[in-house]
Every structure is written in structure tokens, then in C-alpha cells.
């Protein structure tokens, strides 16, 4: 079964709105979760790693200020994109590991669809 | 940081031939490498995978080779079927934990 919920699943919503994306980790107390952004036929690029009680570290080129990251409790992660604008429509995805070396779990995505 | 190159973008075969993926990584730190197959719309899901100190792996019709010194790793896949048919990705990750994933290759098998 699923080890990890993501949701929403899907969202549309109009330009300038900031859309909250949750993440969690249903089976494993997780440190570290890591934020995904793939885009139509594009690979899937690595925006965030998302540290627990403390601040999250930012892949290059990723504005820390429009993606905001908190993961306030082992088991949850959410993304917030603020001021969305058509240009973020992609599929974010969220994943933890067990530990070094150990295969990543993903949510099932969130498509973000901005008109 | 870590590069991951794959090849080919794309790959058509007839079903019950075999396909073969090819990755290469720039970060001699990478010490495992999973591979994933997405289909349209859905999260990638792991089909195999293996560490710095394997040099080949396989699991009934996948398997996968890592040559550490020429930093390249290939997928195997014999008998292929229709339902082979989707994205995959190769993936490096160093000790520090951070996936990086190739570009993908749209695998297309005809009946």
C-alpha cells in the first residue's frame, strides 16, 4: 500500500493564488523529505530538500520566497507556492528515503494547473 | 554536482525483443542507482536497483549493470511486453541523499 499521501491530487486555480501542497510519510518517522517539479515530457528536477525544525535547502535557481517549505512534524511536509502564475503549472511530487542508500517513496503528485 | 546523461530519448521495439537504457553520472561519490518507470500522469515507481558495490543485478525479465569505473549503468529489459511501454528514468544518489534523475526514455512497444 501507499507509504506516502500527497494531496491534492489536482489543482486549478486562477493566477496570483497561493496553493498549499501536503505530504505525508504514513508508515516512517521522516527527517528528510525532498520536493520534486516535473514539467510536460521533462525529467523530474529537484526543487527542495525538506528538513524537519529547521530550515529547508534549496536547489539552485529555486526562489525560497515563492516555494515555501515547512515540515513542522516527522510525518508531514507541505509546499506552498505563492502567487502562482502560469509559468509554475507543473507536477509536484514529494518523496522520503529511509536512509542513505535506501529507495525513495513518492506521493502520487500534485497537478498544479495555473489559468 | 551529479549530471546524469541517458540514452536515448526514445525507443520503439516489437514486443518480445529485448530494450536496453543507458545512463551515465559525473559524481564518483554516487553509490546507489535506482531505476523508474512512470506511466502518464502517475509517480514514478522503482522497478530495480543497485549499489556501488554490485556490478549487476537482475530480477526476472530486468536487470541492470554499473561499470563504476566508466560511471555508466545500464537497464536490460528481455521479453519485452505492451505494458513495458511507458517513461523510465535512470537515478544517481551520493551519500548526502539527493536524487538525480536522466532526462527520461519513452519506451514504446508494439504488439
Known amino acids: 500500500g501507499a507509504v506516502v499521501s500527497q494531496h491534492p491530487s489536482w489543482v486549478i486555480c486562477k493566477s496570483g493564488t497561493s496553493v498549499k501542497i501536503e505530504c505525508r510519510s504514513l508508515?516512517?518517522?521522516?527527517?528528510?523529505m525532498f520536493w520534486y517539479r516535473q514539467f510536460p515530457k521533462q525529467s523530474l528536477m529537484l526543487m527542495a530538500t525538506?528538513?524537519?525544525?529547521?530550515?529547508?535547502?534549496?536547489e539552485q535557481g529555486v526562489e525560497k520566497d515563492k516555494f515555501l517549505i515547512n515540515h513542522a512534524s516527522l510525518t508531514l511536509s507541505t509546499l506552498t507556492v505563492t502567487s502562482a502564475h502560469p509559468e509554475d503549472s507543473s507536477f509536484y511530487i514529494c518523496?522520503?528515503?529511509?536512509?542513505?542508500?535506501?529507495?525513495?517513496?513518492f506521493g502520487d503528485g500534485t497537478r498544479l494547473s495555473i489559468l | 554536482g551529479e549530471n546524469v546523461e541517458q540514452h536515448p530519448s526514445t525507443l520503439s521495439v516489437q514486443e518480445g525483443d529485448s530494450a536496453v537504457i543507458k545512463c551515465t553520472y559525473s559524481?564518483?561519490?554516487?553509490?546507489?542507482f535506482p531505476w523508474y518507470k512512470q506511466e502518464l500522469g502517475k509517480r514514478p515507481q522503482l522497478i530495480i536497483d543497485?549499489?556501488?558495490?554490485?556490478g549487476e543485478k537482475k530480477d526476472q525479465r530486468i536487470a541492470v549493470t554499473l561499470n563504476k569505473t566508466a560511471k555508466h549503468f545500464s537497464l536490460h529489459i528481455t521479453e519485452t511486453q505492451p505494458e513495458d511501454s511507458a517513461v523510465y528514468f535512470c537515478?544517481?544518489?551520493?551519500?548526502?541523499?539527493?536524487?538525480?534523475f536522466g532526462q527520461g526514455t519513452i519506451l514504446t512497444v508494439h504488439p
Open positions: 559524481d564518483s561519490a554516487s553509490n546507489y
Open positions: 518523496s522520503y528515503d529511509r536512509g542513505p542508500n535506501q529507495p525513495q517513496h
Open positions: 508508515d516512517f518517522q521522516a527527517t528528510t
Open positions: 537515478a544517481a544518489i551520493a551519500s548526502y541523499g539527493k536524487l538525480t
Open positions: 543497485i549499489r556501488s558495490n554490485v
Open positions: 525538506s528538513n524537519e525544525g529547521s530550515k529547508a535547502t534549496y
